[in-house]
């Protein structure tokens, strides 16, 4: 299930379970996405769509990037939900080509910002960051590596091996703290959580 394709390289992914290395390709993942992925039905401890939409006041205006199938439409009033996978995004493109006029309260990063390299990863979080408020906040959760998903398919996606460090890394970098960080499940699999707050 390697994926060979040589097109739209910009950067390397890790090694797969095959030892072959598999690259960032946006056509690859909205291809995994709209027609092979499924989104976990059994709520994540900390960050269940409900969980983080409790955390979020009525007047906020939250971005969430890579929505999937866009939940937080009908948990809160003011979302502009970003995928280039999925007809159900406010914006189907990817967060790199995304442009807005006015600035966010939140973020929501939850699986989204997790494949390709460090320079992928870093110019994504570059935009997110972009849009948000001097006075802001991201909520993540983060794959550390596992091609874990019910999908044979996903053997071929470039994970970005994500660490709460690498991400405490990246906090700083935009003057963010990072804080609340946690190991969490569905039941199912496991992931981190954390939040950054400026
Ligand atoms: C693991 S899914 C998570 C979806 C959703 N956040 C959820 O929790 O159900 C990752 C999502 O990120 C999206 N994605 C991939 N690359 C992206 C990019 N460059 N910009 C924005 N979203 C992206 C995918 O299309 C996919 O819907």
Known sequence: MEHHSTKYHTGT?????????????QDYLNDYFRNHWKPSLDAYVYSGYETIAAKIKPHEWLLDVGCGYNPFKKLLPNV??????MDEADFQVTI???????????????????FGDDAVVGRQIHKMVSHLKDHSRV??????????????KCQGIPFYPWSHRRLGEFAELFDFRQ????????????????EWHR
Do not use: M
């Not at 992914?13 to 390709?25: C, Q």
């Not at 502009?80 to 996978?85: F, I, K, L, S």
């Open 80 to 85: 502009v939900g970003v995928d280039p996978a």
């Open 179 to 194: 804080c609340n960080e946690q190991t969490e499940t569905n039941g199912k699999v496991v992931r981190l959580y954390a």
């Open 96 to 114: 790199e080509d995304f442009y807005a006029t006015k600035k966010f309260d939140v973020a929501t990063c939850l699986g989204s910002l997790n």
């Open 13 to 25: 992914g890790p090694l797969n379970i095959k030892g072959t290395i598999v690259f960032h390709d």
């Open 139 to 152: 909520y993540w959760r983060l794959n550390p590596g596992r091609r874990d998903h019910a999908s044979e």
